[in-house]
């Protein structure tokens, strides 16, 4: 092979490297924008401070259950103070989660999140929540961070769901760079 076919197999390379990690950097917001936009995998809606929140409760409810999962190169513990609540439609709930770092540094991660049954995304609306911003923890420390949400009314109209008693919102939360 003649030098001049070797620098560009290396040049190409180095692109190909350059750009795989730009990709992974650039891995969760990509991920959240592709969820928002096609409530692909049980995401949330969220609404903006200017969209108002219902102000008409129904009584039918549903039972919100947490989970929690942490990403084994992240000595983290995370868990919801409560397991579950139980929810009207319409109302809107806060609740909060504890993270802490078990490591003698420290850290940051960031969380994704879905719903399942994945036909509940489109009425789970977050008002408040940590998901998919870096959340930096000292070594040893714990932090209690706030997810607020409400089922949309429009629910009422999806009769398909009719039947539908329990709502799991699930959070992983990974190491970042």
């Known amino acids: 092979m003649s030098a001049h076919k070797n620098r560009n197999l290396a040049l190409n390379m180095l692109a190909i490297v350059v750009g795989m ?7 969760v917001p990509l991920y959240r924008m592709f969820c928002q936009v096609t409530g692909f995998g049980g995401t949330t809606q969220y609404v903006s401070t200017d969209q108002p ?3 008409r409760v129904y009584d039918r409810e549903l ?11 992240l000595p983290w513990t995370f868990e919801p103070l409560q397991r579950k609540v139980t929810v009207k439609i319409g109302e809107q709930k806060l609740v909060f989660f504890r993270v802490t770092n078990h490591s ?3 850290l940051e991660g960031v969380s994704i999140f879905n719903v399942t049954p994945h036909e509940m995304g489109e009425y789970f609306v977050k008002v408040k929540c940590f998901c998919y911003e870096n959340q930096r923890i000292d070594a040893g420390q714990s ?11 429009s ?11 329990t709502v799991t919102l699930s959070y992983t939360f990974f190491k970042t760079l």
Do not use: C
């Open 21 to 27: 990690v730009m990709l992974s950097y650039a891995s």
């Open 53 to 55: 929140i219902p102000n």
């Open 63 to 73: 039972v919100v259950r947490f989970n929690t999962d942490v990403m084994p190169e």
């Open 104 to 106: 003698d540094k420290p």
């Open 143 to 153: 932090m209690e961070m706030p997810v607020s949400f409400f089922i949309d009314p």
């Open 155 to 165: 629910l009422l109209k999806n009769h398909d769901l009719d039947k539908l008693t």
